[in-house]
């Protein structure tokens, strides 16, 4: 092979490996904002659980805002975790 056709070889190879960093880094950074993502939605997840068993217990309390507050935490567990799905799903 030619000097000057290794070296532009050489040349577009070192340019294409610093994108394929910059490329696994932002995946390496996406994959640990979807883990803290994660994180917080096991959070609401137990938070979610422990008002069931707490609604359980205080059968007495008004119902409907319990409901009322189950329903939008569910509701944010849901998404959140749709997101994260998503989010796995385009790597």
């Given at each position: 092979m030619e000097d000057s056709a290794f070296s532009d070889f050489k040349r577009e190879l070192t340019a294409l490996a610093t994108i394929r960093d910059e490329?696994?880094?932002?995946?390496?950074?996406?994959?640990?904002?979807?883990?803290?993502?994660?994180?917080?939605?096991?959070?609401?997840?137990?938070?979610?659980?422990?008002?069931?068993?707490?609604?359980?217990a205080h059968a007495k309390q008004d119902v409907s805002i319990m409901q009322g507050e189950f329903k939008t935490l569910l509701s944010d567990l849901k998404r959140g975790y749709l997101n994260a799905k998503r989010a796995f799903e385009t790597d």
């Open positions: 490329l696994k880094l932002k995946a390496h950074l996406a994959r640990a904002e979807v883990k803290n993502e994660l994180n917080e939605l096991e959070r609401r997840w137990l938070l979610a659980d422990e008002q069931l068993q707490r609604a359980k």
